[in-house]
């Protein structure tokens, strides 16, 4: 049974700095490719980072480019999504999917497993 379990979410001010986990388990992890996507209230589903199996291949849009950075620990079946200077706009669920293609893309719909989402609100 394929489970995704994203945390890490919470509040913080703005220009501050949360690191968000994937914990994945029921598939070999080492194969498949990681992304997060966020969705802010009335918006649509954007990807903010990915990273293939092989770690060769991450994706970042120009929204986070420079602030966050995505890493995966294979030991330990997790993704990580270290976010910096965060902004107000960062404000959104972010959710964790995994994709068995190992390629890593921003299209979410290469991802059929989703975890449940973490809340991140970025508020002074």
Known sequence: DVQLQASGGGLVRPGGSLRLSCTASGFTFDDYAIAWFR????KEREGVSCISSSRRYTYYPDSVKGRFTISRDDAKNTVYLQMN????????VYY????????????SRQYPYWGQGTLVTVSS
């Not at 200077?85 to 959104?92: F, G, I, M, V």
């Not at 964790?96 to 299209?107: E, K, L, M, R």
Request: with cysteine; net charge negative.
């Open 85 to 92: 200077s965060l902004k107000p706009e960062d404000t959104a």
């Open 96 to 107: 964790c999917a995994a994709d068995a293609t190992g390629h890593g893309s921003s299209n």
């Open 39 to 42: 969705q802010a209230p009335g």
